[in-house]
């Protein structure tokens, strides 16, 4: 009974926050992914090496959705739940190993955009030989660039929550990450390197798109450094959370279930239909109201009300 307690309480111990975690993850990946941490930690087996695993099982994945036969298609479809249990597993065992990198998660982002190229591109590859325009491949393009918005935008609305609620280290600003870049060399050492110059880059695109958020959190800097107010802190996470479930729908699981549905009704074009008119909905909606929000808590510091 202790053993098994224990076991949950480790479990537990390998989450970022119940405030940011969906309910799949938490009933189905995060307990499958804690089992494959535990095994690939026995084995000396690092959460790079998982996460490049995964990789090649959801690219794999997304070359079967090419096909037209379901049975096909669902072999894609296991193989991309695998993936993603695999990518669960990664990032649980650095924390369980206390092994988190800025390299390890620029790898895992990058493995997870290479997953979502091979499917859009598999599936436009199959639309055309269902008959569809060859102007099929400038809706694919455009829906591919709105959905790494999608997910960079939830991504750092989900550590932006964190970073109120529990000082979220991975939250950092590109400033600091071109500071670290101009004394890295290439040649010396190339992957931490690449890794601070990717995350440079992919922050910046984040900042740029939210710039309200960055004068409320540029003013939280100056006032309190990393001593935010607990009423304050409070505050957010009351209308910061329930934002949390909009910022899931726009990663994975949501996306893969439509993704699935469209593959069992043999109509891959609903799926892209879903990504550019739901989704792109969901996000717009999440940035007016983060970038309200920000506003209001910026106006509340301004006035010293915390």
């Known amino acids: 009974m202790n053993f098994k307690i224990m076991e949950k309480q480790t479990l537990q111990s390998t989450l970022k926050s119940a405030d940011t975690e969906e309910w799949i993850d938490i009933v189905f990946y995060r307990p499958i992914g804690y089992q494959m941490a535990i095994w690939a930690k026995k084995l000396h087996i690092t959460p790079n090496q998982i996460t490049v695993t995964s990789m090649f099982i959801g690219i794999a994945a997304g070359i079967l959705f ?7 298609n669902v072999i894609g479809m296991l193989l991309l739940i695998l993936a993603n249990s695999m990518d669960s597993a990664d990032g649980q065992l650095a924390r369980m190993t206390n092994k988190c990198t ?38 694919l393009f455009l829906n591919g660039y709105l959905h790494t918005k999608q997910a960079s935008l939830a991504d750092y609305y989900r550590n932006f929550h964190l970073l109120i609620i529990n000082k979220n280290k991975e939250f950092v600003q590109s400033k600091v990450q071109k500071e670290k870049y101009k004394i890295l060399s290439w040649r010396k050492d190339f992957l931490n390197t690449f890794s601070v110059y990717m995350y440079g880059n992919y922050t910046f695109a984040q900042e740029k798109s939210t710039p309200h958020l960055q004068q409320f959190y540029n003013l939280l800097r100056i006032k309190y450094v990393d001593n935010i107010p607990q009423k304050l802190t409070d505050e957010f996470r009351l209308v910061s ?66």
């Open 102 to 139: 800025q390299f390890g998660r620029v790898l895992d982002g990058f493995c997870g955009d290479l997953w979502f190229i091979s499917i859009n591109f598999m599936l436009a590859f199959r639309l055309m030989n269902e008959g569809y325009s060859i102007y099929t491949w400038i809706f």
């Open 66 to 72: 090419y096909y037209e036969l379901l049975w096909v």
């Open 241 to 306: 959370k329930p934002l949390m479930k909009y910022c899931n729908i726009l990663t994975f699981n949501t996306r893969v279930i439509a993704l699935f549905v469209a593959l069992f009704l043999g109509m891959p074009i609903l799926y892209f239909i879903f990504e550019f008119t739901v989704l792109n909905a969901i996000l717009l909606y999440l940035w007016l109201k983060h970038e309200r929000i920000s506003e209001h808590f910026y106006s509340k510091l301004f006035r010293n009300e915390f």
